[in-house]
């Protein structure tokens, strides 16, 4: 649909299963090693080293636990997960965090799910 308005394909290679396959082959075993050795097996040629080595990782948790996340949040009713597996309650004070943990941020996509008519 992204692509479509330009007559276009879009593709995602690291979504590719064909292109994740290979790469993991190439790696071999025991992989790449580190972020940085895999970042240069990837794109050595195409960029600076200074950004296939930075030490730090993109962040988008301000962004995604915005005011709508939090207010869904508080509103939640608790269905959309199953609870012999998540406490509800629990979940909810995660999401109402400063910084809730982004393992949980599937859960709260079923959550939301769930309650769209």
């Given at each position: 649909m992204l692509a479509s308005d330009?007559?276009?394909v879009l593709v995602h290679p690291l979504l590719d299963p064909g292109f994740v396959a290979a790469f993991a082959r190439a790696g071999g075993r025991l992989g790449f090693g580190d972020r940085t050795a895999g970042?240069?097996?990837m794109f050595g040629d195409l960029l600076p080293d200074d950004v296939l080595c930075r030490p730090t990782?993109?962040?988008?948790?301000?962004?995604?636990?915005?005011s709508g996340t939090r207010e869904f949040a508080?509103?939640?009713s608790g269905a959309g997960?199953?609870?012999?597996?998540?406490?509800?309650?629990?979940?909810?004070?995660?999401?109402?965090?400063p910084r809730p943990h982004e393992d949980s941020a599937m859960l709260l996509h079923a959550a939301w799910l769930a309650e769209q008519d």
């Open positions: 330009a007559d276009t970042m240069r097996a990782k993109a962040e988008y948790g301000e962004v995604f636990w915005g508080t509103r939640w997960v199953d609870s012999e597996l998540v406490d509800p309650d629990a979940l909810r004070h995660e999401w109402l965090k």
